[in-house]
């Protein structure tokens, strides 16, 4: 994956079975630098649903009236903290939109950046000087020790967690306290208002049921609880840096929950940079995520040019619209997953389809290494995108073939021949196609409701924002997996005698 991306590192997540973070200050004070004047950033309230339309790669609202001094002197911090850390004048405004659903009426507006005036492709929106922007570089110190801890058992992400963790724990004496109090404010929430299937209780993680993205999640909160048994090695590894903070090592000082919310919270709002040092490659970036929208079909990205990240727009903005980035070549699984949002429009969209050779097959080492010579692997991985689920079909069928060659004086002409030679029979062929068909239909059942209820259900719009979101998702999983099997259908249907019975196959190569 080329990159790697709203919210805060240390805030904690609303609902019933999150406690928010809320850490008592420290006496001790960092110096802030001096104020200097710059044009302001201006905030402004739209209450016009600013989420990105299926039918569009546009994203549109309508200019946005002022909002009154109470909802100004909101952002006032950050904006001034901005501003007396080098920001330069840009070309864009912080405003705000209320969430698709309050939760208990206590959910705040986000805030997005938008374009303050008209801005045509390749405008420089805004530029951030790197020292409003935190990397390992700027948390350690030292590179080689950033480099040493990101490449043994911790990762960027836990790193940085863990410093805005124990700033956020000296409030307003941390220099980043703005800076953290506007990712608190997001809690995680992504541009749906949604946060990481990582944050959802048990059983609203039972809307993503069968779905692969729900075992990924199991996958994932295993992993960051492996980095969490980590992290005292940090505070020893780093201790220069940890001494100026009065507090206790990472495992005492926070319980995982805490530490998985605030991970959670990086992984939302953090950006891959290209072309920089391995210690500045994953940035926290103010006007970064989470105030950009992220979109699959952009080509704009936050950059590093010299002393300062900025970006350059790829497409026109009218005033008021907000301002879209691309969000890396990744699947709907993975989007929710890291920012709890789906793009309907994703051209990266997929799903996988994994088939195996049988290690009990006593001829598996040979139709190894003829699917290595064909480019594939013992265990394979086929990758099935909108609108080419028959191309993936046709793709995988010589490879389905060799788990129904049983004669070994056949197996040895396949050795002794170059390319795909897999003989083609119809028995043998029908026998490939309905196993495909039978692994599909598996698969479609897996799932508690059908296609048609899912469309009826987001046609109704009266879903809450998180089911809503696996709605989406499933859904589009779902038409992928119909595709492929209409084409399988197909293909059974163009044999020469398509009722013909289907061969014996002890050794069929294993779909997951």
Same mark, same amino acid.
């Given at each position: 994956?080329?990159s790697?991306?709203p919210?805060t590192a240390?805030?904690?997540?609303?609902?019933?079975?999150?406690?928010?973070?809320?850490?008592?200050?420290?006496?001790?004070?960092?110096?802030?630098p001096?104020?200097?004047?710059?044009?302001?950033?201006?905030?402004?309230?739209?209450?016009?649903?600013?989420?990105?339309?299926?039918?569009?790669?546009?994203?549109r609202?309508?200019?946005?009236p002022?909002?009154?001094?109470?909802?100004?002197?909101?952002a006032?911090?950050?904006v001034?903290?901005?501003?007396?850390?080098?920001?330069?004048p840009?070309?864009?405004?912080?405003?705000?939109?209320?969430?698709?659903?309050?939760?208990?009426?206590k959910?705040?507006?986000?805030?997005?950046?938008?374009?303050r005036d008209?801005?045509?492709?390749?405008d420089?929106?805004?530029?951030?000087p790197?020292?409003?922007?935190?990397?390992?570089e700027?948390v350690?110190?030292?590179e080689?020790?950033?480099?040493l801890?990101t490449?043994n058992?911790?990762s960027?992400l836990?790193?940085?967690?863990?410093y805005l963790?124990?700033?956020?724990k000296?409030?307003?004496?941390?220099?980043?306290?703005?800076?953290i109090?506007?990712?608190?404010?997001?809690r995680?929430?992504?541009q749906?208002?949604?946060?990481?299937p990582l944050?959802?209780?048990?059983?609203? /993680?039972?809307?993503l049921?069968?779905?692969?993205l729900k075992?990924?999640v199991?996958?994932?909160?295993?992993?960051?609880?492996?980095?969490?048994?980590?992290?005292?090695?940090?505070?020893?590894?780093?201790?220069?840096?940890?001494?100026q903070?009065?507090?206790?090592?990472?495992?005492e000082a926070?319980?995982?929950e805490?530490?998985?919310q605030?991970?959670?919270?990086?992984?939302?709002?953090v950006?891959?940079?290209?072309?920089?040092?391995?210690a500045r490659?994953?940035?926290?970036v103010p006007?970064?995520p989470?105030?950009?929208?992220?979109?699959?079909?952009?080509?704009?990205?936050?950059?590093?040019?010299?002393?300062?990240?900025?970006l350059?727009?790829?497409?026109?903005?009218?005033?008021g619209?907000?301002?879209?980035?691309?969000?890396?070549?990744?699947?709907?699984?993975?989007?929710v997953?890291?920012?709890?949002?789906?793009d309907?429009?994703?051209p990266?969209?997929?799903?996988?389809?994994e088939?195996?050779?049988?290690?009990?097959?006593?001829?598996?080492?040979?139709?190894?290494m003829?699917?290595?010579r064909?480019?594939?692997?013992?265990?394979?991985?086929?990758n099935?995108?909108?609108g080419?689920e028959?191309e993936?079909?046709?793709?995988? /069928?010589?490879?389905?073939?060799?788990?129904?060659?049983?004669?070994p004086?056949?197996?040895?002409?396949?050795?002794s021949?170059e390319?795909?030679?897999?003989?083609?029979?119809?028995?043998?062929e029908?026998?490939?196609?309905?196993?495909?068909?039978?692994?599909?239909?598996s698969? /479609?059942?897996?799932y508690?409701?059908?296609l048609?209820?899912?469309?009826?259900?987001?046609?109704?719009?009266?879903?809450?924002?998180?089911?809503?979101?696996?709605?989406?998702?499933?859904?589009?999983?779902?038409?992928?997996?119909?595709?492929? /099997?209409?084409?399988?259908?197909?293909?059974?249907y163009?044999?020469?005698?398509?009722?013909?019975?289907?061969?014996p196959a002890?050794?069929?190569?294993?779909?997951?």
């Amino acid at each position: 994956m080329a990159s790697v991306s709203p919210a805060t590192a240390a805030a904690a997540v609303s609902g019933p079975h999150h406690a928010r973070l809320l850490l008592p200050s420290s006496p001790r004070r960092l110096p802030r630098p001096r104020p200097r004047p710059r044009a302001r950033l201006h905030l402004a309230a739209c209450h016009a649903d600013t989420l990105l339309p299926s039918s569009s790669s546009e994203v549109r609202a309508p200019p946005a009236p002022a909002v009154g001094t109470s909802a100004e002197s909101a952002a006032d911090c950050f904006v001034d903290w901005l501003r007396a850390g080098g920001l330069p004048p840009g070309r864009v405004d912080i405003r705000e939109r209320p969430v698709p659903c309050l939760r208990e009426g206590k959910d705040r507006p986000l805030r997005y950046v938008a374009a303050r005036d008209a801005l045509q492709a390749g405008d420089v929106a805004f530029e951030v000087p790197m020292s409003l922007v935190v990397t390992l570089e700027r948390v350690l110190g030292d590179e080689s020790v950033a480099e040493l801890l990101t490449n043994n058992k911790l990762s960027e992400l836990a790193c940085l967690a863990l410093y805005l963790m124990y700033e956020k724990k000296q409030g307003k004496d941390s220099y980043w306290y703005p800076y953290i109090k506007e990712l608190d404010r997001h809690r995680g929430r992504g541009q749906l208002a949604v946060e990481s299937p990582l944050l959802w209780t048990e059983s609203e /993680l039972d809307y993503l049921t069968g779905s692969p993205l729900k075992d990924e999640v199991i996958a994932r909160d295993e992993a960051i609880r492996r980095e969490y048994n980590e992290l005292d090695t940090l505070w020893f590894m780093a201790g220069s840096l940890f001494q100026q903070y009065p507090f206790d090592i990472p495992t005492e000082a926070f319980p995982f929950e805490i530490f998985k919310q605030a991970f959670v919270a990086v992984q939302s709002c953090v950006v891959h940079l290209q072309k920089v040092s391995l210690a500045r490659r994953f940035a926290l970036v103010p006007l970064g995520p989470p105030l950009l929208t992220y979109k699959s079909n952009c080509k704009a990205m936050l950059t590093a040019e010299g002393d300062s990240v900025r970006l350059v727009v790829d497409r026109s903005y009218k005033a008021g619209e907000p301002i879209i980035v691309w969000c890396g070549p990744q699947t709907n699984s993975r989007l929710v997953l890291n920012y709890g949002f789906v793009d309907e429009d994703n051209p990266f969209d997929r799903i996988t389809i994994e088939a195996s050779l049988n290690t009990e097959d006593p001829q598996y080492q040979e139709k190894r290494m003829v699917a290595q010579r064909n480019g594939k692997l013992a265990i394979q991985n086929f990758n099935v995108f909108v609108g080419k689920e028959k191309e993936t079909v046709a793709e995988m /069928l010589p490879y389905l073939r060799l788990g129904y060659i049983s004669d070994p004086a056949e197996m040895q002409i396949i050795l002794s021949s170059e390319g795909d030679t897999c003989p083609v029979s119809p028995c043998t062929e029908r026998a490939v196609l309905d196993q495909l068909v039978g692994y599909l239909e598996s698969r /479609l059942a897996g799932y508690p409701t059908t296609l048609d209820e899912d469309e009826a259900k987001l046609a109704d719009g009266s879903l809450e924002p998180k089911k809503e979101v696996a709605t989406r998702l499933v859904r589009l999983e779902k038409k992928m997996l119909h595709a492929c /099997l209409q084409a399988a259908n197909e293909f059974i249907y163009d044999l020469p005698d398509h009722t013909v019975s289907p061969c014996p196959a002890p050794y069929a190569p294993e779909l997951k």
